[in-house]
């Protein structure tokens, strides 16, 4: 048991100081890349995942690779229409590839072909 005799209270007053502009920018910065990194996850670019974002003070840099010329100019369109963003950089290049799309529906392997497969992969452990 502790005694709390001998303690005083010496002051009411807190030291509360409020946040700097700086923080609240900061945070301000990161929600806004969020809210950029959102909109291209639920836009039609393809592979947007590969899309860099920064923002300092609404100022939107995208960066990365995409397929092509037009992911490239949609992404940035995007971009532009996320409220808080006042301009998009975009420092992205195209590599001319588009992304492999799997076609699942048509495929289903038989069993036999999975039982083989997983013959072959056991037999090949050292």
């Known amino acids: ?13 807190s030291t509360w100081v409020p946040p700097s502009p700086v923080s609240t920018v900061y945070v301000a910065d990161g929600v806004l890349a969020s809210r950029v990194r959102a909109a291209l996850i639920l836009s039609p670019v393809q592979r947007s995942i590969d899309i860099n974002i920064d923002s300092h003070h609404g100022v939107v840099l995208l960066s990365g690779t995409v397929a092509d010329k037009t992911q490239m100019d949609l992404a ?5 229409t996320v409220p808080g963003v ?33 013959l072959l992969q056991s037999t090949h452990h050292f």
Do not use: K, W
Request: charged content about 20%; glycine content about 4%.
């Open 1 to 13: 048991m502790v005694s709390l005799q001998g303690c005083r209270r010496t002051d009411m007053v």
């Open 76 to 80: 940035v369109f995007v971009a532009q």
């Open 86 to 118: 006042n301009r998009v950089d975009s420092v992205m290049f195209f590599t001319g590839v588009e992304p492999a799309t799997a076609n699942l529906s048509s495929y289903a392997p038989s069993l036999d072909e999975l039982r083989a497969r997983r």
